[in-house]
């Protein structure tokens, strides 16, 4: 069974950068790994997916222009690049992956990591 695993959350001060990683084990990653977010006592919310086969990324609009998804087929590992970081984007940050068509969804997504803390100050 395929296990997710993400690294990179942190504490950071408004305008800077993080990376956070999405790497597999136990095979290789599904069609569509998506990155959700939840932060305390809002519902967990779609930040963007990239297609692990072709690499169509989609993002949403509240990331748009600050954040970048890319992936790397040899590591099996999948990257959300942040930059330009708003408080509230504090969150914990999840990867997640589905087989099948896209969606946004997040109950659709069949594989999830444990979540990293992403904390912006202001």
């Known amino acids: 069974q395929v296990q997710l695993l993400e690294s990179g959350g942190g504490l950071v001060q408004t305008g800077g950068s993080l990376r956070l990683s999405c790497t597999a084990s136990g095979g290789t990653f599904s069609r569509y790994v998506g990155w959700f977010r939840q932060a305390p006592g809002k519902e967990r919310e779609f930040v963007g997916s990239?297609?692990?086969?072709?690499?169509?990324?989609v993002y949403a609009d509240s990331v748009k222009g600050r954040f970048t998804i890319s992936r790397n087929n040899a590591k099996n590992t999948v990257y959300l690049q942040m930059n330009s970081l708003k408080p509230d984007d504090t969150a914990v940050y999840y990867c997640?992956?589905?087989?099948?068509?896209?969606?946004?969804?997040?109950?659709?997504?069949?594989?999830w990591g444990q979540g990293t803390q992403v904390t912006v100050s202001s």
């Open positions: 997640a992956a589905k087989d099948g068509l896209w969606t946004s969804v997040g109950n659709e997504y069949t594989y």
């Open positions: 990239i297609r692990w086969n072709g690499g169509t990324v």
